[in-house]
């Protein structure tokens, strides 16, 4: 089926968690829209991630209201079944979801209401266009990449499994949720692992018989509205490995994992690492137990009567790599034949070509409603709060996102209304504010 010609009145652009989360608000309050998707639902899930991911929340709680993974509740999701639960989702309120068509360019109408969208599919004319393709769009690598050392590189994308990368030892530069799971992969599979390790911050999985997305629930910190200075661009270690356990730096140095610091710099062969792995491990440190004095505090507080876990606060002993840091390291002796960059994502907006970005291109809207009427972001970090590119938090933004349009969309028909009962000739407007959507999956 074409799309050439197509008038929709909303057009929401991916379908991935966020994508359905919108159709699902559109739908509910009755306003037409197509979603066009380039490749599959959720494709992310299903293939744009490493082959053992699990989810890093439970299954209680990475979900959205309306549907229950089809596993224990405490269970961490396999990302294919992620996906499949949003293909369910999707089907299971009939979503206008169009796949395997791009959108390549959105402009507005000059003299007229609406945008034009070029898609691979031909054009469409939309009232407006919902901007749902995601946190992570383009995998950043740092400009300090060697160009000339003998080692392969890639991104965390592209990574799949051990066996994919050649023979010997790996560098994994970033020790976020990715990284760090990646490196301990890695290692499990008996190869040698360095891990670079920059400010992170690291919840404890659960404590006291509770997970730490209860916690961070509880304590409000899913929907904290701005992080806290200095840690905006802080990642989170978590993962829902192997059951879910907490990311502790030592104990993985004690499993076999070699820690250094940031990485700073290669000259060929050699590359070296700036002296903050001491550092950067004790500001893990202290979130971590800052967390766990607040959910002491939270516990006595409303008197629950959960286990108390001193164990939790034991540290472990420091590590070689911890006490003497390796500053630098020649990659052909250190046997590294490969380095992971788990070095995080940039957006890409080329293809929304309106007036809402700043100069540096950051998208620039009030809990997703751009500054360009008509034009809406969804999914992306800290679009509202913390929890805004995560499972849960991207449905609640999708509802404020549908309540606007749903509010725009009622002063337009007052308008109209207005205007055709004072026109003598009883012309109506361009009807283009009632079209309806065109879904098809
Ligand atoms: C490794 C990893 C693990 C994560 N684990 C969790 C987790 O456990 N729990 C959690 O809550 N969050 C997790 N996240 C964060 C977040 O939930 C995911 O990144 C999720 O995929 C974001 O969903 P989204 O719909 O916003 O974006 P995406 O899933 O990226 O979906 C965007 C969609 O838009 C499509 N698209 C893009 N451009 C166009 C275009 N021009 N035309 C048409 N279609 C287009 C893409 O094909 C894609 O399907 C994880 C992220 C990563 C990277």
Known sequence: MTVEQIQVDTLVVGAGQAGVAMSEHLSKLGVPHLVLERSRIAEAWRTGRWDSLVANGPAWHDRFPGLEFDTPADAFPAKDQVADYFEAYARQFNAPIRTGVEVRKVQRNVGRPGFTVETSDGVIQAQRVVAATGPFQRPVIPPIAPKDARVEQIHSAAYRNPQQLPAGAVLVVGAGSSGVQ????????????????????????????????????????????????????????????????????????????????????????????????????????????????????????????????????????????????????????????????ATGYAVDFSWLQVDTFSEQGKPLHQRGVSREPGVYFLGLPWLSRRGSSFIWGVWHDAKHVADHIATQRKYLAYSQARQSSTQTSAQPETPIHNLDSVGAH
Do not use: M
């Not at 060929?268 to 137990?289: H, Q, S």
């Open 182 to 341: 990646i490196a301990d992969e890695l290692q499990r599979a008996g190869r040698q692992v360095y891990l670079s390790v920059g400010a992170h911050d690291r919840p404890p999985r659960a404590y006291r018989g509770r997970d730490f997305c209860w916690w961070l629930g509880v304590l409000g910190e899913w929907d904290a509205e701005i992080a806290k200075p200095g840690r905006e661009h802080v990642t989170i270690a978590v993962s829902g490995a192997r059951g879910g356990q907490t990311i502790d730096f030592r104990a993985l140095a004690h499993q076999g994992i070699t820690l250094v610091g940031l990485t700073q710099a290669f000259d060929g062969e050699r590359v070296t690492f700036r002296a903050d792995l001491v550092d950067n491990l004790a500001r893990g440190d202290e979130n971590y137990l800052a967390l766990l004095d607040a959910a002491d505090a939270y516990i006595a507080r409303n008197g629950l009567d959960l286990p108390p876990e001193p164990e939790a606060r034991q540290r472990v002993p420091d590590p070689q790599c911890v006490k003497q840091p390796i500053l630098e390291l020649d990659l052909l002796e250190a046997g590294i034949t490969s380095i992971i960059w």
